[in-house]
């Protein structure tokens, strides 16, 4: 396994949570016990979500190594993030899990980025 493969696997996460957002948001409130409000919002939000897939599979494809080491640096950073959140704007708890899948794949990212020679926090691209 690669970081490049890993990232691609990421990509199709991304993109399968996206799908959903823009076609059944409904469904997705139900399934989190959420009223169904903000639909619209929801959808373009799962444009942006599908996009930004788009965007890690190709990169993932063209092995665009200090993307990798980008995502895997924000993607640490996100269950902090998320936490700090839920404190300071009394949101529910439930929300941190919606990021354990980047944090868990960001891990996985460093650990075959390190097992290729890469430190993502100390990478600097070639030009």
């Known amino acids: 396994m690669t970081a490049a493969r890993s990232m691609m696997w990421f990509s199709l996460y991304i993109l ?5 957002m823009v076609l059944a ?5 139900d399934v989190l016990g959420l009223p169904p409000e ?3 919002w929801i959808r373009f939000l799962g444009v942006v979500v599908l996009i930004v897939g788009y965007y890690y599979f190709n990169l993932s494809r063209t092995r665009v190594v200090a993307f990798f080491c980008w995502s895997v640096q924000m993607r640490l950073a996100i269950v ?4 700090l959140l839920i404190l300071l704007f009394d949101m529910r708890p ?9 944090f868990l794949g960001a891990v996985w990212t460093w650990s075959l980025l390190r097992r290729e020679g890469v430190n993502p926090f100390r990478f600097t691209p070639s030009t």
Request: without cysteine.
């Open 16 to 20: 399968a949570a996206g799908l959903p």
């Open 25 to 29: 948001p409904v469904l997705i409130l």
């Open 38 to 40: 903000g639909i619209d």
């Open 80 to 83: 902090p993030v998320f936490a």
């Open 94 to 102: 439930l929300y941190i899990l919606f990021v354990v899948p980047d």
